[in-house]
């Protein structure tokens, strides 16, 4: 890297790629690294309005002009913007939470410059399959059955990367006892499903987050949506005083699991979960967090926390710590830059 140790990153200019609004993990990603020392600059999506990266998109806007940069003359006048804006900062590192196309990798690393891409969705969400043929230095995924098949089958530089939790706005926030199961994040066709018939049982639920236009889903959103966006530590003092901080997983999520986890043990949330297989290796799934796997454990894991909203309390606390020992945004930072490293 230009002569420089990547471990060593205080002082190392890093440009990160990806939506750069409170609470998008490209945001989070620059502010860690800013809290480490290095110089971060985040210059927004690749379909970026706007140079700053501060986008404020809809969601349909945002869908429209991904599926455009996949076009050859949109995306090339997209990648020429692109590269202007990174290669003017003149950076040490360019980290991408967005998959880039590869002439746009090509010509970074052309310039001496590493670039990883760490992926923060599942699966279903690769869309466009670039990051197996642009030339990273390392790619990371936080999905493990992905991992070992691009490794077994395509010997490229993929490794393992979980999720992270950011902890100076993700901590504990003590404030007055909600009474419901908090719901926080995209309300997709399972999830409501499932919070169909949780509201259909009398569990008291509060959703947070963007709404939907699925008609089935409007008596649901009427009785529970709260109509708020929760960022940051707002957020936090949401999961902390919930009864329960429900955190069910998109059936693409085959190994792995969600930022929404590593935000609401940090936050010291009472947190029931969506069991994976890497769950056992990131918590304790008897003391720091509950596991569910099936809708009766869901029920009877909901059940117990309200019975005993104050040991869970406790149980929240013993999260938290594990979140901010084990699952800091440095922590994978440091393992991120270690991988760099070996394969440069």
Known sequence: MQGHHLREIAGKRVVVVGPNSRDDFAWEITKALQQLGASSHGIGSTVSLRPGGHDRLSATTRSFLSLAYRTRQFGDWVDKRLLERILRQGPDLVIT???LRPLVVERIRAAGIPVVLW????VANIAASWMFSAPYTAVFFKEPWLVR???ELLDLPVYLLHEACLPSDHYPVDGPALSSVCVVGNLYPTRLRLLERLHADGVPLALY?????DERGQALLRACHTGRYLRGVDKSQIFRNSIAVLNNLHPAEIEGVNKRLFEATAAGGSVITEDRTSLASLYDKNSEVIAFSTYDELRDAIALVQDDKSA?????LRASKRAMRDH???RRLEELLSKIEEAW
């Open 328 to 330: 800091s945004y440095a």
């Open 312 to 316: 869970f309390r406790q149980m929240g």
């Open 149 to 151: 098949r691009c490794r």
């Open 209 to 213: 987050g963007p709404k939907i236009a």
């Open 97 to 99: 939470v967005e998959s």
């Open 119 to 122: 992926f923060p969705d599942h």
